[in-house]
Structure formats: structure tokens, C-alpha cells
């Protein structure tokens, strides 16, 4: 299902934000425990090391820009919560040196990968964490476009990047002997910038949000086995490796959206991963908004509404966001909300209300949970949002009960949380799904290690 | 309603962890929560969250249930003007069912509630919205002449045996509704079996007193008998349309299967209930009655005509109202095919082959609500099966 939220980015591009701090956050990145190499007061580089993998020292996380470390934000028991650069003015890089991908070998071209930072963008599945770089994966999957409520559209913030984007192919070609799969949207593949890449095998999918999530399309593809590694990428980040190898440069700069209805400009600002959200504070709209006579704050989003993180308006944006979501706190009670015969002004998949009478409405959300957490009851629901060989429920079951054997033979190693997170939308228990599902992905990583 | 937000805002203290009535949380949350949706906000996963919660789902299963209790209370009175040769106007009918019905419903949701609540403040747990809908069935499927002291019981039965053992809604293995009937069928079966119990005032009447060659048997109890031809409690010619309609003996809220389809299309157009388990169950029961109308002998109880099962008894409610019971059936979408079809089919085979207890729906639901993890299982592991294959592969 879609969920018709409104507050869409108009496709321009409003500014370009030089960021005045940024913040690493090793939070980003799915059960990492990192290992500083800064301290506070050092001078970096864009592409300087500034934390490595614990586990796996090889990988790097870098700099997007040049300057110094400000602050080292830690929180409980001293974990590392985000490193705080204070950016220059002019961005220096350090020269990787450009490359002709063609020539290279796969150990230069994972070097390369590993010494810049961005290894970080080849995630591996199963667990949708950092792929090692010892394993060879049975294929990568690249999904060519975001089906998540209010996302950017890559065609128009990847339209000059197709250079780029072959380049990146050409990169991770050296690491499989598979396909390179990517996938399109049925109804608009050819005005796709990656349509036209050599060398990968296309699927198209078609429909409402999961379509455009990876694990939804490999399941459909192929689903992984137990003992199968592949890898994805996500298509920004495939054009940042291509322009690792095409400038030898790390430029991590991208086109973020702006969206929902708590944005008074929605639009695009091209920016680096970690900027404050202080920064586009000018694009929020500070006017006062009640709700149901209680007024009501921003809430600021870094990625989309299902799967983003609240940052809050001092936080800063995520690694692998490009999209900032800005609602409304629903922090609010509802005079007799459920009892109502219509509530115009929320949408409901349930035809219990009337939002079915209205299809192309899109609504003004908020973040208030519409109910209180009770115990399962609703069958039949999850299964309508899962487009997948998997039974959701029986799964979850299988992770409350710790059952390593039962969440192998019901399919832990083909999803991630963002492939459940409209369950969690449609539950009428208000059950966080997708807390279950990282709690089962984190037992089974702490299994199999 | 900001003043009554202003009262429950004040009133909040008291009720919470170490005010002077924090033993009363439970309670407290519940009438809140009723008066106002909580102001919760989403900390975890997915920012938003569909406006539809458990207390709506459970509001939409008792509106559905509305038509069958107006038409049972119009033929509560309905019966007794027959019973009796009075002449009533359509709303003394209504009223006088009424004033019989309501007793009824209140104290099945005073007793069940009580439990609920009692039991939600022992566990200091939220108090869940379940009991809305058993609360509401457990009258619809009783006798209408049950006395009030039985009915405390089976719903005390039910609530407490059938649910909060188990840790309360979503963890019962057996519809609560259904266990307080079972409760009163075995535990006094003169209360809700027999010819007399199906009609207010009929048991305590004397024969002097009814209208000439009244009989209150309902159709299944003339058929478990032997009838060759079905009558209505006057002794005319019973129509498969009378029993459609819905105007003769019975539970109070089971006989009208005209009322009932119109809380089924209720249930099925919003996705409260599966329809897949409904249509199942109408398939299980034609199938295995054609199957038994073909090898009957002519003019036995197995020759009757399977389409007339269909709006006799309780089967129709069972069907809409019981067998969907999401937390009782199958779980998984293959699986209420097969749990459906087992139904209708344990229906009819008790029906008829089990002269002793004409009503067969209520065994077959109890008794595919118990094995219906055992479907999901079989269910669940073909899904296993395939995935165990592809690893081989």
C-alpha cells in the first residue's frame, strides 16, 4: 500500500546548503561498534578515516568534509555517538587519484572502496548490515527506484549521474561472478538514469510501496537461502563510488528532499550526509499549529515517515538518508476518536472509516499512534503488506520465542526491518514490528558469529 | 469537551502509580482511553500509524451484531404474542422483547467486564476491548428464558476458564462466546435444550395457557425427532422463507439469517472478519450435506435437504459471527479455508448423525478452534518445506 501522505518535494532545486558542522553518527550504520581515529581538535580532510569497523579495522568511515573535529558526543557507558566536524569553507579531498575501472583489480578497486569510506555503501543481505569484503556475493541488487511514502525521485536527483552510475557498475562488477540486477519501475523505466547502464540484468516491478524495496524485490527474484550472501547498494551511493573512481575524490554531496506538510518550501537542496538540521531550519514552518486544541511541535525526520529516525531539530542527517520528513507531533487527545463515525482528517487501509471513499485525498499526518499497544488480535492484515513468500506473523512468533531454528526455516535471512515497516503501520495492536524484527536479525548475527 | 478533558486531566494523579487510587490504574486507563484517544506518540519504527486500533475493530464487530439483536428482540415478543394468542402491536412486541433482552446483555457485560477489569489491574495491564464482543454474543446465543444466575455463571466461565487463564485477549484458544454456552449445555442442559426454553414464559407456563396445539420445538429439535415435515410452533407448514426471515424459536439473536447477512456484508466490506472462513464454511457444509443426501434413504433426517441447514440453528451466526474469530481460527489465509470447511462440514455431521444434541455448530466451531494451530502448523511448514527445498537446491 501507499500511504497518501501529503507533502511531496517539488522537483527543484531550492539551494545548495555548505554545511557549517557535520556529524558522523556510527549509529547509522546497523551493529557497528566503532573505533575512533580522531581526537577532538584534529584537522581532516573530506575522505579522511575518522572511525574504522572494531571488528573489521579494514573499514573505514570518512569524512564528507574537510576540517576539524569539534566533539566527540558520547552517551550511556561512553558509546560513540556522533563525531562533529567543523566544516571549511573550501572542501579539501584527499586525492585518491582517478582510475580506469577497466584496468583495475578487484584488490584495487576494494582498496579504493575500503581506504575512502565508502565501503559503507555495500550493504549485505541477510541482515542489511556492512558487507564484509572477504565474502563474494551470489549477485548485487540495485533498486532503481524509492517506493517509501513522500521519497525522492532518483530520475530527476540522479539524471546527470549516469557516467557515474556505470562507473559504480563497473566497480562492483570485479566482486561477483553474478548478475548485477537492477530494478525499475514498470511504468517509467525508460526515463530511468540507470536504464541505459552495460553490463546488469533488469527486472521491473510495478505497484504500491514495498515494490521499490530491495528485499521485496530479491525475494521476487530470487530469495536467499540459508548460506546465500548478496549484496545491494542503493543508487546514490552507487553514484558516489563511481565518482570515487571517475574523480578520485570522495563526494559524498547529494540531493536531499525536503518533504512533508511541516516543510513550508518541499523541494531539493544538494548537501552532504550529516548536516545539521539546524540548517534547514529556514525550511520549516515555525507558524504555530494546533491539533485538536493542543499545539503541536515539528517532528524532524531524517529519511521517510516508516523507517526514518528522528533526529530532532538539533540532530543531523543520516548516512544513507537523502530525505528529510517534517510532520506534525500528534501529541494530542482525540475526543472519542475511535467512536467517531468518520474522521475526515486521518486515513485509515481499514474501511472501518470512510478514507476509502476518498482515494486520491492525501492527508496531513502526524505521529500520534491512534491507540493503545494491545496484544495480537487482527489476523490476515500483515500478509496484505508483505509481498513476499513469508509468513509475517509465524516469523515474528518465532523471534518473541528466541527460536533461532524456527526464524531460519521462516525467512530471518531474506528481510530487514524497512521490508515489515507497513506492518507496523497497519497494526491495530500497535505492535513496533520492526523492533522485532532488528531484535531477531541482531540474535541471529550473535548465533552465527 | 475540554472541561472533561480538564476533569480527567485532574482526576489523573490519583490514579496513577502512587496516588491515593493507583491500585485502580487499569480502570482509570480504560475509561480515558474510551473518553480520548491516548496522546501517545510514535518513538520506535514507522513515524505515523494507520488511525484504525483495536477498540475500532471491536465497535465495527458489534455493530455488525446490531441487526441480529433488533430482529431477536422483536421476535422475542414475537414468539410469546404466538406462544400465548396475545394480539400486539409491533411495538409492544419490542418492547416487551426488550425489557426480556436487555437484562440479559447487561449482565453479561457487568460480570464479564468486572473480570476483565479485575483481572487487568491484577496483571497492571491495559485493559483490552475483547469483552466488547463476547459481551455482546454471549446473550445473542442464549435461550431467552435462561436465567439471569446461569447466564453470571457461564460468562464468569468463559471470561475466566476460556480467556484469562490463557493471559487474557489474543491468547485464547477457544471463542469465550462459545465456552459460555458449552458451559450452560453441559452444566444444565434442561436450560438450554429441550422444546420450552426458546420462548419467554413458555417453561414456567401451564398447557392451559397457550394458544391451541402450540409447540415451542424449533426446527433442528423437529428434525433430531423425526419430523417428516418442519411446522411452525402453530403447526402450519414451516417455509424455508420463515426461516430465512428469521420469526420462529431459537437463540435470541441466531434465527434471522436475514439479519445476520446483513452484519456478514458489514464485516466482510470492512475486513474485520475473514470472508474466506464465511464462504468456506457455507462450502463444507453443502458439500459433506450433498454428500450425505445422496446415500441417505428416503425420509430420514439425512435426506433433508442441505440448503435448509443453512438457515436453521445457529449455523449462519456461528459462521458470521464465531467461527471468524480472528484469535480462535486459523491464522494463516490457506489455513481458514481448510478450518472453514471443517466447520460447515462438522456441522452438518453432528446434525445429523448425533440425534442426541441437535445444534451441531457450536462443537464444530469449539472443536476446530482446537485444532486450528494444527492446520496453521501444516500450513506453515509446506511454507518451510519450500524454503528447506531451495537451500537443496
Not at chain 1, 497518501?4 to 558522523?24: Q, R
Not at chain 1, 550472501?229 to 563510488?241: D, E, G, H, Y
Not at chain 1, 500520534?368 to 513469508?390: C, S, W
Request: proline share 5%; aromatic share 10%.
Amino acid at each position: 500500500m501507499d500511504i497518501p501522505i501529503a507533502g511531496n518535494a517539488e522537483l527543484t532545486i531550492k539551494k545548495s546548503i555548505v554545511p557549517d558542522i557535520i556529524a558522523m553518527k556510527p549509529t547509522d550504520f546497523k551493529c557497528l561498534t566503532p573505533k575512533l581515529c580522531v581526537k577532538e581538535g584534529d584537522a581532516v580532510k573530506a575522505g579522511s578515516i575518522v572511525f574504522v569497523d572494531k571488528k573489521r579495522p579494514e573499514i573505514g568511515f570518512a569524512s564528507p568534509c574537510s576540517g576539524t573535529v569539534q566533539a566527540i558526543v558520547r552517551g550511556e557507558k561512553r558509546k560513540l555517538l556522533a563525531i562533529l566536524i567543523k566544516s571549511d569553507s573550501e572542501t579539501e579531498y584527499i586525492d585518491f587519484g582517478k582510475k580506469d575501472v577497466a584496468k583495475l583489480s578487484k584488490e584495487e578497486a576494494e582498496k579504493t572502496l575500503l581506504e575512502s569510506g565508502l565501503w559503507a555503501a555495500v550493504i549485505q543481505r541477510p541482515y542489511g548490515i556492512i558487507a564484509n569484503p572477504a565474502d563474494t556475493p551470489k549477485a548485487i541488487y540495485i533498486s532503481g527506484f524509492n517506493s517509501a511514502p513522500l521519497a525522492p525521485d532518483y530520475n530527476f536527483t540522479l539524471k546527470d549521474e549516469t557516467a557515474n552510475l556505470q562507473t559504480g557498475v563497473e566497480v562492483l562488477r570485479k566482486f561477483t561472478k553474478g548478475n548485477i540486477v537492477v530494478s525499475l519501475k514498470e511504468s517509467n523505466y525508460a526515463t530511468s538514469p540507470l536504464y541505459k547502464l552495460k553490463d546488469v540484468v533488469y527486472y521491473t516491478f510495478d505497484g504500491p510501496h514495498p515494490a521499490g524495496n530491495v528485499g521485496v524485490q530479491i525475494n521476487n527474484i530470487n530469495p536467499i537461502a540459508k548460506g546465500d550472501i548478496v549484496w545491494t547498494v542503493n543508487p546514490v551511493m552507487l553514484a558516489a563510488i563511481g565518482k570515487l573512481f571517475n574523480n578520485g575524490i570522495y563526494d559524498a554531496s547529494r540531493l536531499v528532499a525536503i518533504t512533508g506538510m511541516r516543510a513550508k518550501e518541499r523541494c531539493y537542496v544538494k548537501t552532504l550526509p550529516g548536516i545539521s538540521m539546524k540548517q534547514i531550519a529556514e525550511f520549516a514552518d515555525e507558524q504555530e499549529v494546533v491539533l485538536y486544541d493542543a499545539p503541536s511541535q515539528i517532528r524532524y525526520i531524517s529519511g521517510d515517515i516508516l523507517t526514518g529516525e528522528n533526529v530532532g531539530k538539533e540532530g543531523y542527517l543520516g548516512f544513507y538518508s537523502n530525505q528529510i520528513t517534517l510532520i506534525s507531533e500528534g501529541n494530542y487527545r482525540e475526543f472519542f476518536g475511535w467512536g467517531k463515525i468518520a474522521r475526515p482528517r486521518k486515513f485509515s487501509l481499514s474501511k472501518s472509516y470512510f478514507s476509502w471513499l476518498t482515494p486520491k485525498k492525501r492527508y496531513d499526518m502526524d505521529t500520534n499512534l491512534n491507540g493503545g499497544k494491545r496484544a495480537f488480535v487482527v489476523t490476515g492484515l500483515y500478509e496484505k503488506v508483505v509481498p513476499m513468500d513469508i509468513y509475517p506473523v509465524y516469523l515474528l512468533k518465532a523471534i518473541l520465542a528466541e527460536d533461532i531454528d524456527k526464524m531460519e526455516q521462516l525467512g530471518i535471512y531474506e528481510v530487514i526491518e524497512e521490508d515489515f515497516a507497513l506492518c507496523e503501520y497497519v497494526c491495530p495492536s500497535k505492535i513496533d514490528v520492526q523492533n522485532i524484527i532488528s531484535k531477531g536479525i541482531d540474535l541471529m548475527i550473535k548465533e552465527m558469529a | 469537551m475540554k472541561g472533561l478533558l480538564n476533569i480527567v486531566n485532574k482526576l489523573k494523579p490519583t490514579f496513577s502509580k502512587g496516588g491515593k487510587f493507583g491500585w485502580l490504574h487499569s480502570t482509570f486507563d480504560a475509561f480515558e482511553t474510551f473518553l480520548f484517544v491516548p496522546s501517545t506518540v510514535t518513538t520506535k519504527g514507522a513515524h505515523v500509524r494507520d488511525c484504525v486500533d483495536l477498540k475500532r475493530v471491536m465497535s465495527v464487530v458489534v455493530l455488525a451484531l446490531m441487526p441480529a439483536l433488533a430482529f431477536g428482540i422483536w421476535n422475542v415478543g414475537e414468539q410469546h404474542s404466538i406462544a400465548f394468542g396475545l394480539d400486539m402491536t409491533f411495538w409492544q412486541k419490542v418492547w416487551f422483547g426488550f425489557l426480556k433482552v436487555l437484562p440479559l446483555i447487561i449482565v453479561s457485560y457487568v460480570v464479564g467486564l468486572g473480570i476483565e477489569f479485575a483481572s487487568a489491574q491484577i496483571r497492571g495491564h491495559e485493559v483490552n476491548e475483547g469483552f466488547l464482543v463476547s459481551g455482546m454474543i454471549i446473550p445473542l446465543i442464549m435461550p431467552v428464558d435462561v436465567p439471569l444466575w446461569i447466564l453470571a455463571l457461564a460468562v464468569a466461565f468463559a471470561v475466566i476458564i476460556g480467556k484469562e487463564i490463557f493471559g487474557g485477549t489474543g491468547m485464547n484458544i477457544w471463542n469465550p462466546a462459545l465456552l459460555a454456552r458449552a458451559f450452560v449445555f453441559f452444566a444444565y442442559p434442561s436450560k438450554i435444550s429441550g422444546d420450552t426454553i426458546w420462548i419467554e414464559g413458555l417453561s414456567a407456563a401451564n398447557q392451559s395457557q397457550l394458544a391451541d396445539g402450540f409447540s415451542g420445538a424449533t426446527p433442528l429439535a423437529q428434525l433430531a425427532n423425526g419430523a417428516q415435515e418442519l411446522v411452525t410452533t402453530t403447526g402450519d407448514h414451516l417455509s424455508f422463507m420463515q426461516m430465512f426471515i428469521g420469526n420462529i424459536p431459537g437463540a435470541i439473536g441466531e434465527t434471522s439469517t436475514i439479519a445476520i447477512l446483513i452484519g456478514a456484508v458489514i464485516l466482510i466490506w470492512t475486513g474485520v472478519a475473514s470472508w474466506k472462513i464465511m464462504i468456506s464454511c457455507v462450502a463444507g457444509a453443502v458439500a459433506v450435506g450433498l454428500l450425505i443426501n445422496g446415500i441417505a434413504a428416503p425420509g430420514t433426517y439425512a435426506d433433508y435437504p442441505v440448503w435448509q441447514h443453512l438457515v436453521m440453528g445457529g449455523f449462519a451466526f456461528g459462521a458470521v459471527f464465531m467461527a471468524t474469530d480472528p484469535v480462535t481460527s486459523a491464522q494463516t489465509e490457506r489455513g481458514k479455508w481448510i478450518y472453514g470447511f471443517l466447520i460447515g462440514a462438522m456441522t452438518i455431521v453432528i446434525r445429523v448423525f448425533n440425534p442426541g444434541y441437535p445444534e451441531g455448530m457450536m462443537l464444530a466451531i469449539l472443536l476446530m478452534n482446537t485444532f486450528a494451530p494444527l492446520i496453521d502448523y501444516f500450513v506453515i511448514n509446506s511454507n518451510i518445506k519450500k524454503r528447506a527445498k531451495r537451500i537443496a537446491a
